[in-house]
Nanobody
């Protein structure tokens, strides 16, 4: 399974940004999808997840109400819409995928290369 994330960049505090991740090498609708992030000097942390057909989502408390995960199974793509961005959202964001079913399970087998999001104060 190959994951290609894009859409990172520099944005001001309070701004918005949408990340995309295209998937190949496996039937997309057979994968739950998610996003993790690693801020400078920290461990990777869960951000959001979405079930195989989009019926269930899960978010880290730190992004609830500000970030939205969605997917388009016809385009083999998952998105992360980020709004009201804060400097503490600065991180490398990783697209992840797994064949498991439950979005509450944070284990993911497949990881993309990451895209950098920088929020300036």
């Amino acid at each position: 399974v190959q994951l290609q994330a894009s859409g990172g960049g520099l944005v001001q505090t309070g701004g918005s940004l949408t990340l995309s991740c295209s998937v190949s090498g496996h039937t997309f609708s057979d994968l739950k999808m998610g996003w993790f992030r690693r801020a400078p000097g920290t461990e990777r942390a869960f951000v959001a997840a979405i079930s195989k057909f989009g019926g269930n989502t899960d978010y880290a408390d730190s992004v609830k109400g500000r970030f939205t995960i969605s997917r388009d199974n016809a385009k083999n793509t998952v998105y992360l819409q980020m709004s009201s961005l804060k400097p503490e959202d600065t991180a490398v964001y990783y697209c992840v995928a797994d064949k498991g079913r439950l979005v509450v399970t944070k284990a993911y087998e497949y990881w993309g290369q990451g895209t950098l999001v920088t929020v300036s104060s």
